[in-house]
């Protein structure tokens, strides 16, 4: 006795009564149900592990509302397939030909719907095409983060999936024919009737609302959700209520011009990875987290109230170092790699700008410089004249610190070799750590204290306390040197991290304070010996202007948008975007801080004076006129610094004479 064949393709009558399901025959409607009743119920399981997720369980109804996408997805998908089997059975090779395809979107539709679902329970934000489309063109830069994320149930989840969307179905169909005793319940298929795509259609068209209770981006199938957050992010960004911005002109004329009380004294940028403000003395209330920050403000000019304009590294760093917004994109278009002529950041940047001045300009991280593209960042733009990164320093007898880098302290050496190297220039020397980065890694030797419950929050903030020590060891180095006295210190964090404070974690989308709030200190060994305050909202873009009017210089052939720190007047309303195009902006006029989500939830308004955790939504008591004015003001910001961009790269063509 030989056993029965278990190919879908077989089109052998074994039961004519009953044999048919519909307009399929039952093998063919077997097969497709033990591959999409399983896969529909994957996807609205992890729902509801989501919707749990938060915290807030919802009333029938509106559990309901958020996996209604999920269920009409699924049963649209699956009918989708039953009327393509249906009509392409009829030719020759309709059905292997339909039979593969089925197999590659089912295996489509579980990665993006585990991807989806690990990428929000890490982040607390949704996946979208342009996240995963651009973590497909990094993918070797990123490959250290993505294997730090493949922990051993995201990889079972993952593999388990797609395993079973490859090989599930023919294994069910074994099963049964062993129990049945026959491999083969079915009859040839028929034409499906005009009502069952019609249905199918109105099945994936309903799948597509997003109701109420819910953001769109959360209450929709995954795969929807992250196939039209593109269409979605560019509406949104082009409201059809607002007019076109005005221009901005770039500062890409600029040059310093001494004067009479001009000193060509040192200037040291320590840019501090991930450093939040809530954790950093003196914002903290507890200065024994980071002694040296502490110590180093209490004669220094502090911020306090200092904010990213945008919470990503190589956009902080654009921010900090030109003095202009960074481009708002996510292709890390600052590089100029792919840009017209190379144009990369619009405007001259203060490694370019002392240059002209006789400085010598040297950058160090601790960290990889493939990421982000650094190298060509750093000098092709900013007009560094040295670079240094890990593939640079020596690593020997220094240990990893995540996968980006490794500790802090292996660009002491370097750095101070550098200084030495000709002292009887002026320098402006960089700093960029990474110790502090996602996956909070601690290195060998540093010994770690129990700061918090939550493992990561706990390495995190073990890891300030490590940058914390790298600042206090670059003070004393250059007191060594003999150059602290004439060497002026900015100390900043390139933005800050979330750790589920408002159900977000990391930095890129996370807007609210634990995210986007930094330490700036400006120590100056000559100056603010009592210690001085700024309390009105500044950013990162105030760093060049207040480094030039230390050094006394004066800016011509251009104007940056921001005024130095030193200066006392009145400052506009701090404006920072999320990462991710039309997620998320945030602006902040003295101490209240509008947030709008681009219709994702309801707009909010925080007063940080007397809610410093931006617990309380105070928008129900902002008049509507108010309201639409911090809208208005925040989207017709972030489209003058596109409009800049866009203008500065693909300027008109000359008229002709």
Not at 277 to 291: G, K, N
Not at 405 to 423: F, H, K, N, Q, T
Not at 435 to 459: C, I, R, V
Request: include cysteine; hydrophobic fraction near 40%.
């Amino acid at each position: 006795m030989t056993a029965e064949p278990t190919s879908l393709s077989t089109a052998a009558d074994d039961h004519p009564i009953s044999s048919r399901m519909w307009f399929l025959d039952r093998r063919t409607a077997w097969y497709l149900g033990a591959l999409l009743i399983p896969l529909a119920g994957y996807g609205i399981v992890l729902k509801i592990i989501r919707i749990a997720d938060r915290g807030e369980l919802p009333g029938p109804i509106a559990l309901l509302d958020q996996v209604s996408s999920d269920l009409l997805f699924g049963t649209g998908f699956g009918l989708a397939w039953m009327v393509i089997f249906a009509t392409l059975g009829r030719l020759r090779f309709g059905r292997p030909v339909a039979l593969v395809g089925l197999h590659l979107s089912a295996i489509i539709v579980a990665a993006v719907t585990t991807a989806f679902h690990v990428y929000y329970l890490r982040t607390g934000s949704p996946l979208t095409l342009t996240r995963l489309t651009s973590a497909v063109d990094s993918a070797g830069e990123i490959s250290g983060l993505v294997a730090a994320e493949l922990q051993p149930t995201v990889v079972i989840l993952l593999l388990s999936a797609i395993g079973y969307a490859v090989a599930g179905p023919a294994l069910m169909l074994r099963l049964l024919a062993r129990r049945t005793g026959t491999a083969n319940p079915g009859g040839g298929s028929r034409r499906p009737p005009v009502a069952a795509a019609l249905l199918t259609l109105a099945l994936l068209l309903g799948a597509v609302y997003s109701g109420p209770s819910s953001p769109s981006y959360f209450s929709r199938a995954p795969v929807l959700a992250v196939g039209l957050s593109g269409l979605e992010d560019r509406a949104a960004t082009r409201p059809a209520d607002l007019p076109e911005p005005d221009m901005i002109s770039p500062p890409v004329g600029t040059k310093l011009v001494a004067g009479a009380k001009t000193e060509q004294r040192n200037v040291v940028i320590i840019t501090l990875e991930s450093q939040r403000a809530i954790s950093t003395a003196p914002y903290s209330a507890d200065p024994s987290l980071t002694p040296n920050l502490a110590a180093l403000a209490e004669s220094s000019l502090v911020a306090e109230q200092a904010y990213a304009v945008m919470p990503h590294t190589s956009k902080s760093l654009t921010a900090t170092y030109c003095g202009i917004e960074p481009p708002f994109d996510t292709r890390n278009s600052e590089s100029g790699l792919d840009e017209p002529e190379g144009r990369g950041v619009a405007g001259r940047c203060l490694p370019d700008l002392l240059s002209e001045q006789g400085y010598r300009t040297g950058f160090f991280q601790s960290a990889t410089e493939t990421y982000d593209q650094r190298r060509e960042v750093i000098t092709n733009q900013f007009g560094f004249d040295d670079f240094a990164g890990t593939e640079d320093l020596p690593t020997d007898g220094f240990s990893e610190a995540n996968y980006f880098g490794y500790e802090d302290d292996v660009m002491l050496a370097p750095s101070r070799d550098w200084i030495e190297r000709d002292p009887s220039r002026p320098f402006l020397l960089g700093y960029l750590t990474v110790t502090a980065h996602h996956d909070y890694a601690m290195p060998d030797g540093f010994e770690t204290e129990q700061l918090a419950d939550d493992p990561e929050l706990n390495g995190y903030l073990n890891g300030l306390r490590y940058q914390d020590r790298f600042v206090g060891k670059v003070i004393q180095q250059f007191k060594d040197l003999d150059r602290y006295d004439d060497t002026i210190f900015v100390i900043t964090g390139d933005h800050g991290e979330g750790f589920g404070e408002h159900k977000l974690r990391q930095h890129d989308n996370t807007i609210y304070q634990e995210g986007v709030q930094v330490p700036l200190i400006v120590h100056d060994p000559q100056r603010f010996a009592g210690g001085e305050r700024i309390t009105t909202p500044v950013q990162h873009p105030a760093i060049l202007p207040t480094v030039t009017d230390l050094l006394g210089y004066t800016i011509t052939g251009g104007k940056y948008r921001s005024a130095s720190l030193l200066s006392r007047t009145a400052r506009p309303p701090v404006m920072i975007s999320c990462f991710e195009e039309a997620r998320c902006l945030a602006r902040i006029e003295g101490s209240l801080k509008y947030i709008h989500h681009y219709g994702y939830r309801p707009d909010e308004v925080f007063d940080l004076a007397t809610d410093p955790g931006e617990t309380r939504n105070l928008a129900e008591t902002i008049p509507a006129d108010d309201l639409a004015r911090y809208r208005a003001e925040a989207l017709q910001w972030r489209r003058q610094v596109d409009r800049m961009y866009d203008d500065y790269r693909n300027p008109p063509p000359p008229q002709p004479r």
